[in-house]
């Protein structure tokens, strides 16, 4: 079984930075990807960006790119997304997913591993 714990979130003005992580246990990540995803209240869950264990080969939504940053640190088992230049329509529940195998993946049922996520508010 695979955990996947979220940490970063808070509450931060327009324009400000701020980095999310994800810590992954529970199994070897070797292969696969990692996505993250957000949801704002009264929509649905939307994809955000991903990674690939392997070669890091990234992903972006067209409303992030540019600004954010995923990122992996495989000895450590854990994600990073790096979320620059915060719009108030970031503000949303952003989760982490895990996939175990390979190929672009943005819908949300690609993703059988889930974390509890974490809330970022961006203050206009």
């Known amino acids: 079984q695979v955990q996947l714990v979220e940490s970063g979130g808070g509450l931060v003005q327009a324009g400000d930075s701020l980095s999310l992580s994800c810590v992954a246990s529970?199994?070897?990540?070797?292969?696969?990807?990692m996505g993250w995803f957000r949801q704002a209240p009264g929509k649905a869950r939307e994809f955000v960006a991903q990674?690939?264990?392997?070669?890091?080969?990234?992903a972006y939504a067209g409303s992030v790119k540019g600004r954010f940053t995923i990122s992996r640190d495989n000895a450590k088992n854990t994600v990073y997304l790096q979320m620059n230049s915060l719009k108030s329509e970031d503000t949303a529940v952003y989760y982490c997913?895990?996939?175990?195998?390979?190929?672009?993946?943005?819908?949300?049922?690609?993703?059988?591993?889930w974390g509890q996520g974490t809330q970022v508010t961006v203050s206009a």
């Open positions: 990674i690939k264990w392997g070669d890091g080969g990234t």
């Open positions: 997913a895990a996939r175990p195998v390979d190929g672009l993946a943005t819908m949300a049922n690609q993703y059988p591993y």
């Open positions: 529970g199994r070897t990540f070797s292969t696969g990807v």
